[in-house]
């Protein structure tokens, strides 16, 4: 089982930065694909980017291509989020997810959410 623990929110300005960070816990990091998603209110939740376990297989959001960059630490339990040129339309609550298995296309594991904010 994978538990997954969101942290790095906060309030910014438009164009600063912000590094989100999703410790896992229990037996090991998972080794499945993992992703960040979030979901703005009364909006639904969107992807925004995922990383394979070697982290040599990324995929974005065109929203955030070329501002944010995926990245996990695998000996460290640890996947981030780097957020840079920060938009208000970036404001949402962020969640970690993990896939359940090898061959799952679905995220079974989720965080508990980060809330970002970018002020105008």
């Known amino acids: 089982q994978v538990q997954l623990v969101e942290s790095g929110g906060g309030l910014v300005q438009t164009g600063g930065s912000l590094r989100l960070s999703c410790a896992a816990s229990g037996r090991t990091f998972s080794r499945n694909t993992m992703g960040w998603f979030r979901q703005a209110p009364g909006k639904e939740r969107e992807f925004v980017a995922s990383i394979s376990y070697s982290g040599l297989v990324t995929s974005y959001a065109d929203s955030v291509k070329g501002r944010f960059t995926i990245s996990r630490d695998n000996a460290k339990n640890t996947m981030y989020l780097q957020m840079n040129i920060l938009k208000p339309e970036d404001t949402a609550v962020y969640f970690c997810?993990?896939?359940?298995?090898?061959?799952?296309?679905?995220?079974?594991?989720w965080g508990q959410g980060t809330q970002v904010t970018v002020s105008s």
């Open positions: 997810a993990a896939r359940g298995s090898l061959t799952s296309a679905q995220y079974d594991y």
